[in-house]
């Protein structure tokens, strides 16, 4: 009928009128009972009321609406369970990758062939001797193998790289001396052309005539060079102040040669070996017994001193009036076996009377050229074997005081590294320079004597284009100083110490302390004053004043006697004025300003133009008490 129909269609339905996608056992157990109901209903209908009909219905609606939140509860677990499922099946891809990476690691592991197989490590027996807590430590062990397998290829690296700068070095040399081979034979030619018409044309008797050479012929050919020069020099300048003989035993010439070849045909020998000792100690090297250089050491003595025959020249720096004379008398010697020239200064005229002065004279010809101070090997063949060996030093190749300047082995005709003015020294020069410097020395031993007896004030120099005002403060008396003093001003750059004093110049109520390092290319590098307060008794004198003084003393006064084209022999006694014009200068502007003293005119003026062509050292009193030294 009608009325069951429609409660089968509703049983079938939902509440909001939707059909659910898929049955289940309840929903059957739920439709069965709806559709008995119904029937029940049916049969009964005309027998229940319209209440009854109703309630029934009310009660269906509940049940639709429990299956229904039923429905939706169900499906929310499913989703869940379903998203569980998906998230452990893509950590379980995830974790089968992951393994596929380990094995083929394992692989690659299991398959690795260390380099340290094909390489001669140090043994093990080594490194466990030299720690044995690493017998029992495999890992430990191997890295000690591999670090002193490393430290020795960076040492063989380094060495490898120093011998291929050596190697470029002695190419580029090679390569300069080719050059100059192949263009010498041309200049010889020239030489000797010009010089047998310079013989010709001036009337001189020829040099292989002269007596002298004749008596030179057992000479060794570098003092036999020299020799040949000093004749030809005073044949040709007539210079009455150069004196040159040759002394010696000749008798001993063919010993000492014998000696030498022994020794050096033992040294051929044992290049590779004295190489090798190079960059070993000395010491390690002195208890090598079986070394053929010791060997030829014991066998003979004489074979590393100098030639039996020397050239003894004496040189007069005497002026043409005969002012000014001193002389020097040097001892010329080759060392045949380390190819050398040395000389050395055996007598003088100059005297001094003090250990300061004495310092004054010592190595007259030190440093003549600057930074040729004799103290090092100059590179010839077997010098520079011998510095290999460890002995760079003069002193340890060369007896007594002589120096192998390298302007000497210039002259002698031995190779030897100088820089480029050097190398086109010329004999008249050398013997110009060397009286030029017996002249500088003998000023300098002049002005400390001045110095350490308190008269310098006497001989300070008086030029008023230099020290418009009169010098009133007055100089003590020097005190001689260790040159090698921490105190003491930087010397110049390869130049050797010569001298250092200290002095105190005052005036009333104030002094000032200088202390002076002397270098042994003085006048050429100019002395170097340091300067401090001494006394003041209230006077101020600010440190930026100091600072110029010192600046102006060791730099400018310089440049004026060169600008004004005066000697530079009293270069010492010019900076001490410098100073004590200054001191007078303070002292006298705070006089002046406490109405005290006798104080007239200007502070400080000059017409004299500096180098720089502006205008030179001055009191600027517009600064007040103060005031600055200006410079320039």
Do not use: D, F, M, N
């Given at each position: 009928s009608f009325s069951t129909k429609m409660a089968a269609k509703r049983t079938a339905t939902s509440d909001n009128g939707e059909l659910p996608a898929k049955r289940t056992a309840t929903d059957n157990n739920i439709f069965a009972s709806i559709v008995d109901t119904a029937q029940a209903v049916a049969k009964q209908s005309t027998a229940t009321t319209k209440g009854e009909l109703a309630g029934k219905l009310i009660h269906l609606k509940g049940l639709?609406?429990?299956?229904?939140?039923?429905?939706?509860?169900?499906?929310?677990a499913t989703d869940a369970a379903q998203n569980q499922l998906d998230a452990a099946h893509l950590n379980l891809q995830n974790i089968l990758y992951e393994k596929l990476q380990v094995l083929q690691d394992i692989k690659r592991c299991q398959a690795f062939r260390p380099l340290s197989e094909d390489m001669e490590l140090v043994d093990e027996a080594v490194v466990e001797a030299k720690d044995p807590a690493l017998k029992d430590q495999p890992h430990a062990k191997m890295l000690a193998r591999l670090a002193a397998e490393r430290k020795e290829r960076e040492s063989l690296c380094q060495k490898l790289e120093e011998l291929e700068a050596r190697q470029t070095a002695i190419s580029a040399i090679n390569n300069t001396k080719k050059k100059q081979l192949k263009s010498l034979p041309g200049a010889v030619k020239s030489v000797v052309e010009a010089t047998e018409k310079a013989v010709g044309s001036a009337g001189l008797k020829s040099l292989a005539q002269a007596?002298?050479?004749k008596e030179a012929k057992l000479l060794p050919e570098p003092l036999a060079v020299f020799f040949q020069m000093l004749v030809a020099y005073k044949e040709v300048t007539h210079d009455a102040n150069l004196q040159v003989s040759i002394e010696g035993d000749a008798s001993a010439v063919k010993s000492y040669l014998s000696a030498v070849e022994k020794e050096l045909s033992a040294k051929d020998a044992s290049v590779q070996e004295l190489l090798k000792e190079g960059s070993h100690d000395k010491s390690e090297r002195g208890e090598q017994e079986d070394s053929p250089r010791r060997?030829?050491?014991k066998s003979s003595v004489k074979a590393s001193g100098p030639h039996p025959l020397s050239l003894d020249v004496l040189i007069d720096s005497a002026a043409s009036d005969g002012t000014n004379e001193h002389h020097i008398k040097l001892r010329v010697e080759y060392f045949a076996r380390y190819s050398l020239v040395a000389v050395s200064e055996v007598e003088t005229s100059l005297e001094g009377t003090s250990e300061l002065q004495n310092a004054a004279i010592k190595l007259i010809l030190q440093d003549l050229y600057h930074g040729d101070s004799g103290d090092k090997l100059p590179r010839t063949s077997t010098a520079f074997e011998a510095s290999l060996a460890g002995q760079t030093d003069v002193s340890q190749v060369l007896a007594g005081s002589a120096k192998?300047?390298?302007?000497?082995?210039?002259?002698?005709?031995l190779p030897v590294d100088v820089t480029d003015r050097q190398q086109h020294l010329a004999l008249v020069k050398v013997v110009a320079d060397i009286k030029q410097r017996i002249q500088d020395r003998a000023a300098l031993v002049q002005a400390l004597s001045g110095?350490?007896?308190?008269?310098?004030?006497n001989t300070l120099p008086k030029d008023r284009s230099f020290f418009p005002i009169?010098?009133?403060?007055?100089?003590?008396?020097?005190?001689?100083?260790d040159v090698h003093d921490g105190d003491l001003c930087a010397p110049v750059a390869n130049t050797a110490r010569l001298a250092a004093f200290k002095t105190t110049i005052s005036r009333s109520r104030v002094?000032?302390?200088?202390?002076?390092?002397i270098s042994s290319s003085y006048p050429t590098v100019a002395p170097l004053f340091k300067i401090s307060i001494?006394?003041?008794n209230g006077f101020q004198i600010s440190g930026a004043n100091l600072a110029a003084i010192a600046l102006e003393t060791n730099l400018h006064i310089k440049e004026s006697l060169i600008s004004a084209k005066l000697p530079l022999h009293n270069l010492l006694l010019f900076q001490l004025r410098e100073i004590q014009m200054c001191l007078d200068l303070m002292v006298e502007a705070v006089d002046r300003s406490s109405g005290s003293g006798n104080f007239k005119g200007q502070l400080f003026t000059t017409a004299s133009i500096g180098p720089d062509q502006v205008m030179p050292f001055k009191w600027n009193p517009s600064l007040g008490m103060d005031g600055l030294f200006e410079h320039r």
């Open positions: 639709v609406r429990e299956k229904a939140k039923l429905l939706r509860a169900q499906v929310k007596p002298a050479l060997k030829a050491g192998p300047y390298a302007w000497l082995q210039l002259l002698c005709g110095l350490e007896l308190a008269t310098a004030s009169k010098g009133h403060a007055a100089i003590g008396q020097a005190i001689s100083l002094s000032l302390e200088a202390t002076c390092l001494g006394k003041s």
